[in-house]
């Protein structure tokens, strides 16, 4: 079983920067696949970033691509989502994710992940 925990949300304005954190218990941290979701008000929840257990492979979502960037430190049991040149439409409840069967071809789909923060705010004023 593992726990995860978001932290660094707030309130930013356009251009601004955030950095999200994803502290993980357990010691199968390092194992599993990790995602970055969000969810506006009124809308699906969305994949953002994800990365392989190794830290070697990434993905972003192309609205987020060259300005995110999602990174983990597997000593730490913690995972980050670096954003930078915030916009108002990324204003959103940010979620991560553990997938503890690490398929990489389905990192996109929020019903592969097995664990859940339980979300952090980020808005981004104009």
């Known amino acids: 079983q593992v726990q995860l925990v978001e932290s660094g949300g707030g309130l930013v304005q356009a251009g601004g920067s955030l950095r999200l954190s994803c502290a993980a218990s357990?010691?199968?941290?390092?194992?599993?696949?990790m995602g970055w979701f969000r969810q506006a008000p009124g809308k699906e929840r969305e994949f953002v970033a994800a990365?392989?257990?190794?830290?070697?492979?990434?993905d972003y979502a192309d609205s987020v691509k060259g300005r995110f960037t999602i990174s983990r430190d597997n000593a730490k049991n913690t995972m980050y989502l670096q954003m930078n040149s915030l916009k108002p439409e990324d204003t959103a409840v940010y979620y991560c994710?553990?997938?503890?069967?690490?398929?990489?071809?389905?990192?996109?789909?929020?019903?592969?992940?097995?664990?859940w923060g339980q979300g952090t705010q980020v808005t981004v004023s104009s």
């Open positions: 994710a553990g997938d503890r069967d690490s398929r990489w071809l389905l990192r996109g789909t929020p019903s592969e992940y097995d664990y």
């Open positions: 357990g010691r199968t941290f390092s194992s599993y696949n």
């Open positions: 990365i392989s257990w190794s830290g070697r492979g990434t």
